[in-house]
Protein backbone atom coordinates (compact mmCIF):
# COMPACT_ATOMS: atom_id res chain seq x y z
CA UNK A 1 0.00 0.00 0.00
CA UNK A 2 1.37 3.17 -0.74
CA UNK A 3 1.31 5.97 2.00
CA UNK A 4 0.51 9.63 1.37
CA UNK A 5 2.13 12.06 3.81
CA UNK A 6 0.29 15.34 4.19
CA UNK A 7 2.43 18.05 6.13
CA UNK A 8 -0.58 21.37 6.77
CA UNK A 9 0.85 24.84 7.51
CA UNK A 10 -1.90 26.95 8.13
CA UNK A 11 0.88 30.19 7.84
CA UNK A 12 1.19 29.44 3.94
CA UNK A 13 4.87 30.30 4.00
CA UNK A 14 4.95 29.44 -0.08
CA UNK A 15 6.23 26.51 -2.35
CA UNK A 16 10.01 27.37 -1.04
CA UNK A 17 9.81 26.24 2.47
CA UNK A 18 7.03 23.43 1.16
CA UNK A 19 9.95 22.16 -1.00
CA UNK A 20 12.38 21.96 1.58
CA UNK A 21 9.95 20.23 4.17
CA UNK A 22 9.85 17.58 1.34
CA UNK A 23 13.39 17.31 1.24
CA UNK A 24 13.32 16.70 4.40
CA UNK A 25 11.31 13.70 4.41
CA UNK A 26 12.63 12.22 1.42
CA UNK A 27 16.05 12.39 2.79
CA UNK A 28 14.46 10.51 6.23
CA UNK A 29 12.74 8.01 3.96
CA UNK A 30 16.04 7.63 1.95
CA UNK A 31 14.72 7.99 -1.59
CA UNK A 32 16.40 9.26 -4.67
CA UNK A 33 14.58 11.90 -6.30
CA UNK A 34 11.68 14.30 -5.96
CA UNK A 35 8.97 15.58 -7.88
CA UNK A 36 8.05 19.00 -7.57
CA UNK A 37 4.00 19.39 -8.76
CA UNK A 38 1.98 22.16 -8.38
CA UNK A 39 -1.80 21.83 -8.19
CA UNK A 40 -2.60 23.71 -11.30
CA UNK A 41 -0.05 21.50 -13.39
CA UNK A 42 -1.90 18.74 -15.61
CA UNK A 43 0.99 15.46 -16.38
CA UNK A 44 0.77 13.15 -19.02
CA UNK A 45 0.17 9.49 -18.43
CA UNK A 46 3.71 8.98 -20.17
CA UNK A 47 5.68 10.78 -18.13
CA UNK A 48 7.17 8.75 -15.67
CA UNK A 49 8.29 6.38 -18.08
CA UNK A 50 9.91 9.31 -19.92
CA UNK A 51 11.96 10.45 -16.79
CA UNK A 52 12.72 6.61 -16.32
CA UNK A 53 13.91 6.68 -19.79
CA UNK A 54 15.98 9.76 -20.13
CA UNK A 55 17.92 9.37 -16.45
CA UNK A 56 19.02 5.80 -18.01
CA UNK A 57 20.16 7.54 -21.08
CA UNK A 58 22.03 10.43 -18.87
CA UNK A 59 22.64 8.96 -15.91
CA UNK A 60 25.17 11.59 -14.32
CA UNK A 61 22.33 14.48 -14.77
CA UNK A 62 20.00 15.22 -11.35
CA UNK A 63 17.38 17.42 -12.73
CA UNK A 64 14.75 16.32 -15.75
CA UNK A 65 12.04 18.39 -16.98
CA UNK A 66 9.08 18.20 -19.47
CA UNK A 67 7.79 21.05 -21.45
CA UNK A 68 5.26 23.35 -19.94
CA UNK A 69 2.80 24.97 -21.70
CA UNK A 70 -0.43 27.60 -21.18
CA UNK A 71 -2.56 29.08 -23.07
CA UNK A 72 0.04 31.66 -24.94
CA UNK A 73 2.61 28.54 -25.77
CA UNK A 74 5.53 27.21 -23.99
CA UNK A 75 6.59 28.97 -20.60
CA UNK A 76 8.97 26.44 -19.30
CA UNK A 77 11.61 26.35 -20.27
CA UNK A 78 12.49 29.78 -20.54
CA UNK A 79 15.36 32.75 -20.60
CA UNK A 80 15.93 35.13 -18.06
CA UNK A 81 16.51 38.47 -19.43
CA UNK A 82 17.82 41.61 -17.13
CA UNK A 83 15.67 39.57 -14.85
CA UNK A 84 12.55 39.23 -16.70
CA UNK A 85 11.44 35.43 -17.72
CA UNK A 86 11.25 35.37 -21.43
CA UNK A 87 9.18 32.77 -23.47
CA UNK A 88 11.34 30.95 -26.38
CA UNK A 89 10.72 28.29 -29.04
CA UNK A 90 10.55 24.46 -28.26
CA UNK A 91 13.68 23.42 -27.71
CA UNK A 92 15.64 20.56 -29.99
CA UNK A 93 18.36 19.14 -27.78
CA UNK A 94 17.46 17.37 -24.82
CA UNK A 95 20.72 18.22 -22.36
CA UNK A 96 20.61 21.91 -21.97
CA UNK A 97 22.34 24.31 -19.01
CA UNK A 98 21.12 25.96 -16.39
CA UNK A 99 23.15 28.97 -17.37
CA UNK A 100 21.52 29.91 -20.69
CA UNK A 101 17.50 28.81 -19.45
CA UNK A 102 15.47 28.58 -16.69
CA UNK A 103 12.40 26.33 -15.72
CA UNK A 104 9.79 26.65 -13.43
CA UNK A 105 9.20 24.75 -10.28
CA UNK A 106 6.63 22.23 -11.28
CA UNK A 107 7.52 19.35 -13.05
CA UNK A 108 10.52 19.00 -12.23
CA UNK A 109 12.10 16.00 -11.29
CA UNK A 110 14.93 16.68 -9.08
CA UNK A 111 17.54 14.44 -6.88
CA UNK A 112 17.93 14.65 -3.46
CA UNK A 113 21.36 14.52 -3.88
CA UNK A 114 21.15 17.51 -6.00
CA UNK A 115 18.77 19.76 -4.05
CA UNK A 116 20.99 18.81 -1.12
CA UNK A 117 23.96 20.11 -2.73
CA UNK A 118 22.17 23.32 -3.93
CA UNK A 119 21.15 24.19 -0.19
CA UNK A 120 17.51 23.71 -1.03
CA UNK A 121 15.24 26.33 -1.90
CA UNK A 122 15.74 29.90 -0.43
CA UNK A 123 13.00 30.77 1.72
CA UNK A 124 13.12 34.45 1.69
CA UNK A 125 11.55 33.69 -1.80
CA UNK A 126 8.13 32.22 -1.32
CA UNK A 127 6.75 32.31 -4.90
CA UNK A 128 7.85 34.82 -7.14
CA UNK A 129 11.67 34.23 -8.26
CA UNK A 130 11.63 30.58 -6.19
CA UNK A 131 12.82 28.89 -9.54
CA UNK A 132 14.65 31.34 -11.01
CA UNK A 133 17.23 30.94 -7.53
CA UNK A 134 16.77 27.83 -7.31
CA UNK A 135 17.92 27.18 -10.94
CA UNK A 136 21.17 29.52 -10.16
CA UNK A 137 21.49 27.56 -6.93
CA UNK A 138 21.47 24.58 -8.87
CA UNK A 139 23.99 25.12 -11.70
CA UNK A 140 26.71 26.05 -9.51
CA UNK A 141 27.16 22.17 -8.64
CA UNK A 142 24.94 20.82 -11.53
CA UNK A 143 25.25 22.69 -14.39
CA UNK A 144 22.92 21.01 -16.76
CA UNK A 145 19.42 19.52 -16.93
CA UNK A 146 17.39 17.50 -19.55
CA UNK A 147 14.65 18.07 -21.13
CA UNK A 148 12.10 15.19 -21.77
CA UNK A 149 9.30 14.05 -24.11
CA UNK A 150 6.96 14.67 -22.17
CA UNK A 151 4.70 18.28 -22.57
CA UNK A 152 2.40 19.28 -19.66
CA UNK A 153 -0.30 22.07 -19.18
CA UNK A 154 -0.28 24.67 -16.50
CA UNK A 155 -2.89 26.83 -15.78
CA UNK A 156 -0.55 28.95 -13.46
CA UNK A 157 -3.10 29.81 -11.35
CA UNK A 158 -1.08 30.54 -8.58
CA UNK A 159 0.17 33.68 -10.10
CA UNK A 160 -3.18 34.92 -11.25
CA UNK A 161 -5.30 37.59 -10.21
CA UNK A 162 -7.38 36.87 -7.47
CA UNK A 163 -10.34 39.44 -8.61
CA UNK A 164 -10.14 41.52 -5.36
CA UNK A 165 -8.33 44.82 -5.46
CA UNK A 166 -6.87 44.34 -1.89
CA UNK A 167 -5.62 40.90 -1.97
CA UNK A 168 -3.99 41.81 -5.68
CA UNK A 169 -2.24 44.63 -3.81
CA UNK A 170 -0.97 42.32 -1.70
CA UNK A 171 0.07 39.98 -3.98
CA UNK A 172 1.50 43.06 -5.80
CA UNK A 173 3.54 43.79 -2.86
CA UNK A 174 5.22 40.19 -2.38
CA UNK A 175 5.93 40.77 -5.92
CA UNK A 176 7.88 43.80 -5.81
CA UNK A 177 9.80 42.46 -2.35
CA UNK A 178 10.65 39.56 -4.80
CA UNK A 179 12.30 41.71 -7.48
CA UNK A 180 14.13 43.78 -4.85
CA UNK A 181 15.67 40.93 -3.11
CA UNK A 182 16.87 38.96 -6.19
CA UNK A 183 18.50 42.38 -7.51
CA UNK A 184 20.73 42.00 -4.19
CA UNK A 185 21.95 38.65 -4.75
CA UNK A 186 22.98 38.86 -8.30
CA UNK A 187 23.45 41.40 -11.41
CA UNK A 188 20.98 40.09 -13.78
CA UNK A 189 18.71 43.27 -13.40
CA UNK A 190 19.42 46.34 -15.61
CA UNK A 191 16.55 47.86 -13.91
CA UNK A 192 14.38 46.62 -11.01
CA UNK A 193 12.09 49.92 -11.72
CA UNK A 194 10.78 48.62 -15.30
CA UNK A 195 10.03 45.07 -14.21
CA UNK A 196 7.85 46.87 -11.07
CA UNK A 197 6.59 49.29 -13.50
CA UNK A 198 5.25 46.74 -15.96
CA UNK A 199 3.06 44.90 -13.71
CA UNK A 200 2.17 48.30 -12.06
CA UNK A 201 0.90 49.54 -15.48
CA UNK A 202 -0.90 46.32 -15.52
CA UNK A 203 -2.78 46.36 -12.32
CA UNK A 204 -3.34 50.22 -13.03
CA UNK A 205 -5.81 49.52 -16.57
CA UNK A 206 -7.10 46.82 -14.39
CA UNK A 207 -8.42 48.92 -11.34
CA UNK A 208 -8.11 52.24 -12.46
CA UNK A 209 -6.27 52.91 -9.19
CA UNK A 210 -2.59 54.75 -8.76
CA UNK A 211 -2.65 52.23 -5.82
CA UNK A 212 -0.03 50.11 -7.21
CA UNK A 213 2.10 52.43 -8.84
CA UNK A 214 2.57 54.25 -5.61
CA UNK A 215 3.45 51.32 -3.99
CA UNK A 216 5.94 49.93 -6.61
CA UNK A 217 7.75 53.17 -6.83
CA UNK A 218 8.08 53.67 -3.29
CA UNK A 219 9.90 51.15 -1.10
CA UNK A 220 9.22 52.37 2.06
CA UNK A 221 5.31 50.36 1.18
CA UNK A 222 6.51 46.71 0.25
CA UNK A 223 7.44 46.75 4.22
Not at 108 to 125: H, K, P, Q
Not at 130 to 149: A, E, K
Not at 177 to 194: D, E, M, P, R
Request: charged share 20%.
Amino acid sequence: MRKLTLIHDPSNPGVSKAYNKAFTLAKRLKKKWMLLADQDTAFPPTIFLDFAQAIQNYPDISAFVPSLYDGKGLMSPFRLLWGKGIRIKALDNELQFFAKYKVINSGLLVSVDGFERANGYDERFPLDYSDVTFCDRFSQHDPNFVLIQSKCNHDFSATADSGNISDDLNRFKLFCQAVLLYKQINSHFISTNLIILSHALKQTFKWKTLRFLKTGLKPSSLK
